[in-house]
Nanobody
Framework: QVQLVESGGGLVQPGGSLRLSCAVS????????WGWYRQAPGKQRELVAS???????NYADSVKGRFTISRDNAQKLVYLQMSSLKPEDTAVYYC?????????????WGQGTQVTVSS
């Protein structure tokens, strides 16, 4: 069974940094596009950043210049380096993988990790 597991969330002061990680477990052959999403209380889930097979990143305007997405294809990992964090970055962050496993190709979500930016 394919599972995505995020780690690295926590409480940080404004201006601080955090790095999120997401790992895949199960019989996964390949990950195509990775994405990081977030959902704040009372708001819809939104795309924060994504990275293609070729490594091309895409960012929401609100995080450009502050967040960096990267991937490790050999280890089937994706990272989100977050810097200059703001209180409005507070949310549950989810990773998403468009991947091919033993059951075919599909989109999978992690369980989410809480990021709180507060003094």
């Amino acid at each position: 069974q394919v599972q995505l597991v995020e780690s690295g969330g926590g409480l940080v002061q404004p201006g601080g940094s955090l790095r999120l990680s997401c790992a895949v477990s199960g019989n996964v052959f390949y990950v195509y596009t990775w994405g990081w999403y977030r959902q704040a209380p009372g708001k819809q889930r939104e795309l924060v950043a994504s990275i293609s097979v070729s490594g091309r990143p895409n960012y929401a305007d609100s995080v450009k210049g502050r967040f960096t997405i990267s991937r490790d294809n050999a280890q089937k990992l994706v990272y989100l380096q977050m810097s200059s964090l703001k209180p409005e970055d507070t949310a549950v962050y989810y990773c998403n993988g468009d991947l091919r496993g033993s059951d075919g190709r599909g989109s999978y979500w992690g369980q989410g990790t809480q990021v709180t930016v507060s003094s």
